[in-house]
């Protein structure tokens, strides 16, 4: 498996969105509000929305992004 296939985007435009605004909104959890580290876990939806590909959906073959769909 080439890093190409492997890394293919399969998180859409709206997902992606909503990805980096609750990444943002959980990141901020870190420096205002509450002010706990819970609020780091808010860089996995941030960079996943950021970079277009989640392994999770990888690994339970789902697919949010239309222009990758047969």
Not at 41 to 66: A, H, S
Request: aromatic share 4%; charged share 15%.
């Amino acid at each position: 498996m080439t890093g190409e296939t492997m890394m293919k985007t399969n998180v859409g435009t709206i997902d992606r969105t909503i990805r980096v605004v609750v990444g943002l909104i959980l990141l901020a959890l870190v420096v205002v509000g509450p002010k706990t580290l819970w609020g780091l876990i808010g860089l996995v939806p941030l960079l996943t929305g950021l970079v277009g590909f989640c392994p999770l959906y990888r690994l339970i073959g789902l697919n949010t992004c239309p222009l990758d769909k047969p």
